[in-house]
């Protein structure tokens, strides 16, 4: 089968499963007498994407490490990640803020539903376990099939993937921006583990934020879960955009510098770059050769021709919206 063919049906599956697997197995849970909110959660998790990737694995009979990019992650690019991932809290920040305009803020309320537990357990299931589970479906399984399509190109859609994935208006925009960034650091870095570190940078620092507020001032923490920025006005709105466009600058900024020198690193490991020379005549020395620039570009360059926008990626996008838009449409109707 085709990589990236195989790659859009997982995706396909896995959505499915995500709006009808918690079906029966809250009917299961209730057979078992399980009603604690975060052992379901745990649970959940656990059967809609490690399950499927186990049963990937034993079907596809691929190789484990080099599907999931399990590769050791120098401490340079270590670092770098950590930096990066400072930068796409800015980043996510001003796109949630954007969307939180327009889109009620279910996850906030979700989180705000859980406070009251302990600040380990929320880390755990919050931040250590998506950026498990989620990562080793998007940027593992799924960004596997993209390994012949251009660094740019296998990001948008994982990126797109990632925004549909988390099946919440409000979450689409900066999961999709998310998404990209994480697709491209793991296509650069080649391990995993970087888009997981950024993944639980950011929303280990939402849960730990979370619960510093509750410390430090549980009443504000109360008064702004009652505030919606749908509700705010357009003065308002306005004044935060602003203010949010300052942060985005620089966790753009951010990005941009890491990425590149993640990149950078890359090439000298893998020994596409050595040291680059330009002169006249548009060549550059590497490793002591003379190599043109176009020659240079096509290491690069996509070695497939399959098609990314096939069934499953129209089929994917068709279920997405009939899920969110039209579904909850006839609801409202019937109510």
């Not at 950590?82 to 969307?99: D, P, V």
């Not at 020994?271 to 570009?297: A, M, Q, W």
Request: glycine share 6%; charged share 15%.
């Amino acid at each position: 089968m085709r990589n990236v063919l195989r790659a859009n049906k997982y995706f396909l599956i896995i959505l499915i499963l995500e709006v009808f697997m918690p079906i029966p197995l809250s009917f299961i849970y209730k057979i078992l007498g399980i009603t604690d909110i975060k052992l379901m959660l745990a649970l959940n998790h656990f059967m809609l994407f490690i399950v499927p990737a186990i049963i990937y694995v034993l079907v596809t009979k691929c190789n484990v490490k080099e599907t999931f990019r399990l590769k050791k992650l120098p401490i340079k690019d270590f670092f770098l990640v950590i930096l990066l991932g400072i930068g796409c809290l800015f980043i996510t920040n001003f796109f949630g803020l954007i969307s939180g305009f327009i889109f009620e803020n279910n996850i906030g309320e979700f989180i705000t539903s859980i406070n009251s537990s302990p600040y380990i357990i929320l880390l755990l299931l919050v931040a250590v376990m998506p950026s498990i589970t989620e990562e080793i479906t998007l940027r593992g399984v799924i960004l596997s099939g993209y390994n012949e399509k251009s660094k740019f190109k296998a990001a948008l859609v994982s990126g797109l993937f990632f925004g549909m994935f988390h099946l919440d208006f409000q979450q689409f925009v900066y999961a999709t921006v998310l998404g990209f960034i994480l697709a491209y650091t793991v296509r650069v870095t080649g391990s995993i583990f970087s888009s997981m570190i950024i993944h639980f940078i950011i929303n280990g620092t939402s849960i730990t934020l979370n619960k510093l507020m509750q410390v430090v001032s549980p009443a504000s923490l109360d008064s702004a879960a009652d505030v919606s920025l749908k509700n705010l006005a357009i003065n308002e709105k306005i004044t935060l955009a602003i203010g949010g466009l300052f942060w985005l600058a620089i966790g753009i900024l951010i990005a941009v510098f890491v990425l590149r020198k993640l990149q950078r690193l890359s090439d000298i490991r893998n020994g596409i770059v050595k040291e680059i020379v330009y002169d006249e005549d548009s060549v550059f020395t590497l490793r002591d050769e003379k190599v043109n620039i176009e020659d240079n570009r096509m290491v690069r360059k996509e070695t497939s021709r399959e098609r990314i926008i096939d069934w499953p990626f129209v089929l994917s996008i068709v279920f997405y919206l009939i899920i969110m838009i039209i579904i909850p449409f006839i609801i409202r109707k019937i109510v």
